[in-house]
């Protein structure tokens, strides 16, 4: 198997486990976005801070001219912090508190996703306090089930998120007679981890449905159409795959959904930005036999990557200071847990004490949901500017 490359003589001294950020490759991730982007009149990028708010990370997204998807005020405040133009930040979120909006309202952010008319009231009524007016977009439960993990579909009708189709009028109509709140977009994101281009064209289809509705109850054109993340990587060839298929992603949406003129069209991709560059590096500390099975047992552990616990997600695992010939390993980490385990039986170059070991495509959803469980540091990191 290919192996992926990495400054694996500096990491010989390094205090494991760590995540490391190869920035060549998040760079020309970033630029073969922009690449796409530029293409169509309109595109805006908001990248999904959730999906990896490392500083290092987010300042080659912020040069590179993204703009910013908050789900927390903690996000917001991050990216203000990072150099992140405000009015280039978008916030959603179900459940907003009363000094986030505030937060947000202060800064001046581009918009807020709006997720339920209780929100919309109380944003209504804070931006009324503050003497402002809150640009305000609706999410729409767009009813489209992605082909992905059940924990991560958004889209569906019978879900937290968003405001459901039927009500879309109606909350409209509120919202137009509100003076502290401009409705600016309709909001909508169907899940993550989304390969099939099917399921993005099904989501362009509704909007079309749904601007045409709009249409006919003489609601004006929204300035701003914003279809949320979701694209995937691909977990299986990191090293084959290590930029997702910007052109089709753009193009599917270019291709069916009919922009109205002069609407801006926003995405917020966050784990095809991030994904592959980011690996966990870990130390094997033990090899324990058992009867049938043996296991790898790692310095990380679910706290440093939860994903496979969560998900049963599978990351591609190398060992980078072996070359022996492969056996098979059950390779946990220490946690007291027993879904603490990143894969099974799971061909390893042989692996002995002391080895250093890659979990890759670990740059989205790894570091930031870091955990303390079992007294344990939060894990540090590194990219490819430190060791040059
Ligand atoms: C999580 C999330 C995203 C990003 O999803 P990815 O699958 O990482 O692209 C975008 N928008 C919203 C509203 C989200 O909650």
Not at 120 to 137: P, T, W, Y
Request: proline share 4%; charged share 25%; with cysteine.
């Amino acid at each position: 198997m290919k192996k992926g490359t990495f400054p694996y003589d500096k990491f010989q001294s390094l205090q494991t486990p760590f995540y490391y950020y190869d920035t060549q490759l998040l760079d020309n991730t970033l630029q073969s976005i922009k690449k796409e982007t530029d293409k169509h009149e309109g595109y805006h990028l908001h990248y999904a801070v959730k999906s990896n708010a490392n500083k290092k990370v987010l300042r080659h997204i912020m040069e590179a001219g993204f703009g910013a998807d908050c789900v927390s005020g903690g996000e917001i405040q991050t990216c203000l912090d990072a150099g992140f133009p405000a009015e280039e930040i978008v916030f959603a979120g179900v459940g907003k508190a009363d000094w986030e909006i505030k937060l947000g309202l202060t800064a001046g952010i581009q918009y807020f996703n709006v997720e339920s008319i209780p929100e919309l009231e109380v944003i209504n009524e804070i931006a009324g306090e503050m003497g402002k007016v809150a640009r305000i977009s609706f999410r729409i439960n767009p009813n489209v089930g992605a082909h992905t993990h059940a924990h991560i579909t958004t889209g569906l009708a019978e879900n937290k998120f968003g405001i459901e189709m039927a009500d879309m009028e109606k909350v409209i109509r509120i919202a137009q007679k509100m003076e502290n709140v401009e409705f600016v977009g309709l909001h909508f994101h169907i899940g993550s981890q989304i390969l099939e281009m099917d399921d993005f064209v099904a989501l362009c289809n509704r909007i079309n449905e749904l601007q045409d509705k709009l249409e006919t109850l003489d609601i004006p054109t929204v300035k701003n159409i914003n279809v949320g993340g979701g694209l995937g990587i691909d977990y299986q060839h990191p090293n084959e795959n290590p930029i997702p298929d910007f052109k089709a992603y753009f193009d599917t949406y270019a291709n069916h959904l009919k922009l109205r003129p002069g609407q801006h069209l926003h995405f917020e991709l966050g784990r095809a930005v991030t994904g592959q560059c980011g690996s966990l590096i870990t130390r094997c500390l033990y090899v324990k036999k058992g009867t049938i099975k043996q296991f790898a047992i790692v310095d990380a552990g679910m706290t440093e990557l939860i994903r496979p616990a969560l998900y049963n997600a599978l990351h591609v695992i190398e060992n980078l200071s072996s070359t022996c010939d492969e056996e098979k390993y059950d390779i946990v980490g220490p946690i007291c847990e027993s879904s603490d385990t990143f894969a099974c039986n799971y061909s390893l170059p042989k692996t002995q004490r002391g080895d250093l070991i890659a979990i890759r495509s670990a740059g989205a959803y790894g570091e930031i949901m870091a955990s303390q469980y079992n007294c344990r540091k939060l894990p540090g990191s590194y990219t490819t500017e430190d060791f040059e």
